[in-house]
């Protein structure tokens, strides 16, 4: 059944479109997702520009974890469950649930600066979101 709203199709009525509709579709694809790096990194580059570490209460601590992944990873071929270096030591996953810090790993191994993993991560992130914003709004409206 298809509900309409002022002769619309509302989007609990919406199907999935197929992703192939041609070389108009694929050209529309290219050029949205491109806008969307645009805005990403338009919004994103006063964080990667910046000589700064990143602000907030708990920024470092996060980088700290980074670092020590990376090191212990690097040295000793293996994950850390303990981190000696915050309070007199703590398990490493006890407040922040370590997912991030695994994704972010692959990347400070080949940088060797959190900093900078840190700020790449974070522009990858948001044009990771802006990305499959856009195709899920576009599989499920057809546009």
Known sequence: MITTVFGRRTLA?????????????WV?????????????????????????YPGGADQ????????????????EHA??????????GQDFSQYYPPLVYYLMLPLNLLLREP???????????MFLAAGLTYLAVRAYLGH
């Open 13 to 25: 009525a919406a199907r999935p479109v197929s992703a192939g509709r041609g070389w108009n579709g």
């Open 28 to 52: 529309a694809s290219v050029l949205c997702l491109s806008a969307a790096a645009m805005a990403v990194a338009v919004a994103a580059w006063p964080v990667i520009a910046s000589g700064l």
């Open 60 to 75: 470092l601590g996060h980088l700290l974890r980074l670092w020590y992944l990376t090191k212990v990873v690097a040295e």
């Open 79 to 88: 994950i850390p469950n303990w981190l000696p270096l915050w309070y007199n």
């Open 115 to 125: 900093v900078l993993t840190y700020r790449v991560f974070i522009f990858m992130s």
